[in-house]
């Protein structure tokens, strides 16, 4: 699910590399633990040229697995430490040398004489603060000596704001210190003193990133009044306010506050853990900041949820380190008294640990004293995916390629986690009929929810690598159907207490529960939630259907509902409407499945009406593509025409004339955008979702564009696996390649995996064509690639495929487990090729030779191919 803050929701060298196959073939390999390894971050996205061609050897598909080898991870290095510490890589392992962080009790700060006063621009009026207790934002919190209270301005993102200051009688001062908090500091500010009845500057600050900000004057100056112009803050989940605690009489500095900075090598998600040696007798505070990027890593967590939920936290979390040491691990609440707060579950790269406390913490946390600190870890709560436990697996000739596939299903297991109250998404998720039980979430960091779209590619993710945990997708999805509203509607996900109004998410509920029977064959849970189904589709979507038989929002009070993107779009859209008529299909087919035939025809009747409504109401002949909305601003957007194509609804002339209009109108460095212009909101042009990209790249497969497709995946998940954090998919990219919602983007989130279906279904070429894997194609798209080989789980056993390609051949090697049958669809382009299989040839570039063999434009298919060993060779 992308966000939407104001929504209640939750290289080195940039070639390309080939690699050495399996030399084992499609027999099973040992499984072996690998150790998390770390990650190579870079600047730039590989280059789409032509691989190298290597040939095959004995280099396995388990070295390009990401997962930890057990659920205890370590950091693999230290990137940074500040103040006075000692052995800063001591914490990388348990045992030996400790690593010692030391800071001096801070001395009184000077003070302003009484009856000095404060007055500011403007004061945000008084509220419950982040704990529920009341608050105060005068500007005289800015000058009352307590580090806790502070002035608040009252315009949002507007400046200048001002404090001035003034004192009774005339101050000799050489400089002032001003104090912020981690809610977001004064970046940019001048600091003016009255003299001679004027304003004059005596001191210009820019760039400042410090909580604690000493001013020296140019010249010391005997005033009574000081004025701080603020002209901008930093903008942080709490809003680019300006935020003063304390200005102080002095310039007052101090030494660096002592850190370390731990790297983990690439994201990884669950509890914090820290072996404290021990520690000062004054009870040492701790404060630990989480990122997933360098780019957002600060003295504040680029996401917590205390922060989402108006928590106690402040960005970071708390521990006040006992003299005799401890083992902690970061759990939700608080230490003891209401103080000292940790946010426990983190998705994270990054970790920097500070020896610090926040002012409401005293007595029980103190900001100074000595902490000696043994190690630190990570108790691992995804999946743990080794080698040993994956059930489906992928190996090409393009390094790359492998490396997107096990970096897209690494991604998938950080997100594939327990359900528990401490961790989800604050903003109303928490479920107790969801309590305990194996989920797909969005994602690692946030959102810490599953919400059912995002299923549509995590949940294949999940089959085709790890099955037999496919309970993780099917609790979601029979949780959500359980929750069916009155009226057929069906949530999007648990948060909001079950009714955040989406107006798309129940169409992917339907297609979802399709998936999820088509690849484990699961009748009883068809048979459960068919009528779910059934209502969802035969009530509430009829009732948001206007004259012209397409799905319209705002029919029927939906104009409030969002979309996976909170879009603001309204009427006739493409996208609601071929998703429509997809999940009119799957249902037509489940219903088959089930014995319900009346049930098919009808909604196999209405998917028909559907499309030729589609195509009457919302194609653009100017441009050759299907209108975004078929009122408003002239827009073209990847979601609809992709799915149009993927859906059906698009013949091969317009199918081939939208990727067209795509390809000129959206192509960027790092993906396709998913608009082709600004018109819905700023930068939709330059937006990236990998999301919608998935069946803009089945598309380009499918109708026979491999190249195009190549390099979309190329630039896409070249560009994320290239830049920071690496290894992970990320929630959205925004311009430039930038983090689509700044340190809020989700960097490890399941929508995002599509390279490794499409990969798998489209270039390895198999996928299930009935529930259960009862039948089955295998119609490879090679492209540059010379070859590919892998095993899709199945309920009766894998599916092994392995092609080669080059230019005077193509060779297919199939074993296909028992209770199965299928098809094989052999690619022979505009050549005469001839096909033999098991050697006798089938097809002898003009006619058939065998029984169930047949032409299909430029494939050849040979059906009816039962369990065992099939091998077909094609020689142009």
């Not at 009790?105 to 006063?117: D, I, L, M, N, S």
């Not at 001191?203 to 400042?208: D, E, I, L, R």
């Not at 999940?583 to 049930?599: F, K, P, T």
């Not at 990847?638 to 002339?653: K, Y």
Request: glycine share 10%.
């Amino acid at each position: 699910m992308s966000s939407s803050r104001n929504n209640p929701q939750p290289p080195s060298d940039p070639t390309r590399r080939t690699v050495v196959a399996a030399g084992a073939g499609l027999a099973a390999l040992t499984a072996v633990g690998l150790p998390l390894a770390a990650s190579t971050t870079a600047t730039a996205a590989p280059s789409a040229g032509s691989p190298r061609s290597v040939p095959r050897g004995a280099t396995s598909w388990h070295r390009y697995v990401q997962g930890p080898s057990s659920r205890t991870v370590q950091p693999v290095r230290v990137i940074a430490s500040t103040g006075d510490v000692r052995l800063p890589d001591a914490l990388l392992k348990r045992g030996g040398a400790v690593t010692v962080l030391d800071r001096p009790e801070p001395v009184a700060p000077p003070r302003w004489p009484e009856g000095t006063t404060a007055e500011a621009s403007s004061s945000h009026a008084g509220n419950g603060g982040n704990d529920g207790n009341p608050r105060t934002y005068d500007a005289g919190n800015a000058i009352d000596g307590n580090l806790d209270t502070f002035w608040n301005d009252d315009t949002l993102g507007v400046f200048p704001d001002t404090l001035t200051i003034t004192t009774p009688a005339a101050q000799r001062l050489s400089g002032i210190t001003v104090i912020s908090n981690s809610d977001g500091v004064p970046t940019d500010f001048t600091v003016d003193t009255w003299q001679d009845d004027a304003w004059q500057t005596v001191a210009t600050v820019s760039g400042n990133d410090a909580v604690q900000r000493a001013v020296t004057f140019s010249q010391s100056v005997s005033t009574t009044r000081v004025r701080i112009t603020v002209t901008n803050v930093q903008d942080t989940p709490r809003g680019a306010f300006t935020r003063i605690n304390e200005v102080w009489p002095a310039a007052v500095q101090t030494p660096d506050v002592p850190s370390v900075t731990i790297d983990f090598g690439k994201v990884v998600v669950g509890y914090p853990r820290i072996r404290f040696a021990s520690a000062s007798a004054n009870s040492p505070g701790v404060r630990l900041a989480f990122s997933e990027t360098k780019e957002f890593l600060t003295d504040r967590s680029d996401f917590t949820r205390s922060d989402q939920s108006g928590g106690a936290g402040q960005g970071t979390d708390q521990f006040a380190v006992p003299p005799g040491g401890t083992t902690w691990t970061d759990h939700k609440g608080y230490l003891r008294d209401g103080k000292v707060y940790a946010d426990g579950l983190h998705g994270f790269r990054y970790l920097k640990i500070t020896l610090d406390a926040l002012a409401t913490d005293a007595p029980v946390a103190q900001p100074w004293g000595t902490v000696r600190i043994d190690s630190v870890d990570l108790d691992f709560t995804g999946y743990v995916g080794t080698p040993s436990t994956y059930r489906g697996w992928f190996l090409c000739s393009d390094d790359d390629l492998n490396r997107y596939w096990y970096g897209a299903s690494y991604t998938n297991e950080l997100v594939t986690d327990t359900f528990r109250q401490d961790d989800v998404d604050p903003r109303n998720a928490w479920s107790a009929s969801l309590e305990g039980k194996l989920v797909l979430h969005d994602g690692a960091k946030r959102d810490r929810d599953p919400y059912v779209g995002d299923l549509a590619v995590s949940a294949r993710t999940l089959y085709l690598t790890h099955d037999d945990t496919a309970a993780a997708a099917r609790n979601v999805l029979a949780d959500l159907a359980d929750h069916q509203r009155a009226d057929g509607w069906i949530p999007p996900a648990s948060i909001s207490g079950y009714e955040l109004p989406l107006f798309d998410y129940p169409l992917w509920w339907v297609t979802c529960s399709w998936d999820y029977v088509l690849y484990t064959g699961d009748r009883s849970y068809a048979a459960r939630y068919y009528p779910a189904l059934v209502k969802v589709l035969d009530t509430w979507y009829p009732s948001v259907t206007d004259e012209a038989g397409l799905l319209s929002k705002g029919l029927n009070d939906t104009g409030r509902y969002g979309d996976y993107a909170f879009l603001d779009r309204t009427g006739q859209i493409t996208y609601y409407n071929v998703l429509y008529v997809q999940a009119l299909n799957d249902s037509a087919a489940l219903a088959r499945w089930l014995g319900h035939e009346a049930d098919a025809k009808r909604w196999t009747a209405r998917a028909r009406a559907v499309a030729d409504a589609v195509n009457a109401h919302l194609w653009d002949d100017s441009a050759g593509a299907y209108l975004d909305s078929s009122t408003g601003a002239v827009r073209h957007a990847q979601d609809g025409n992709s799915l149009a194509i993927v859906s059906g609804v698009a013949g091969t002339e317009r199918a081939a004339s939208a990727l067209d209009h795509l390809d000129a109108t959206t192509q960027l460095p790092y993906g396709n955008a998913f608009m082709d212009n600004d018109t819905l909101f700023g930068g939709a042009s330059q937006r990236v979702y990998a999301f919608t990209s998935y069946p803009e790249i089945v598309a380009r497969f499918e109708s026979g564009r491999e190249s195009s497709a190549l390099d979309q995946i190329r630039r896409t998940y070249g560009w994320m696996d290239s830049h920071d954090p690496g290894v992970t998919d990320w929630e959205g990219i925004g311009p430039d390649g930038s983090l689509y919602e700044g340190g809020f983007t989700s960097m490890a989130h399941g929508w995002s995996t599509g390279v490794l279906p499409a990969l798998t279904h489209q270039l390895l070429g198999a996928r299930p064509t009935s529930p259960g894997y009862a039948t089955w194609e295998v119609r490879p798209h090679p492209g540059d690639v010379t070859w590919a080989q892998g095993e899709l789980p199945t309920p009766t056993g894998p599916l092994a495929v392995d092609w080669t390609n080059s230019a005077t051949s193509f060779t297919l090697t199939l074993q296909v487990p028992h209770g199965t049958r299928g098809t094989a669809s052999l690619p022979v382009s505009a050549s005469r090729g001839v096909v033999r299989q098991e050697g006798h040839v089938v097809w002898d570039g003009h006619r058939a030779r065998g029984r169930q063999v047949a032409k299909d434009g430029d494939r050849v298919t040979v059906s009816g191919l039962g369990p065992g060993r099939h091998r077909f060779t094609i020689t142009h």
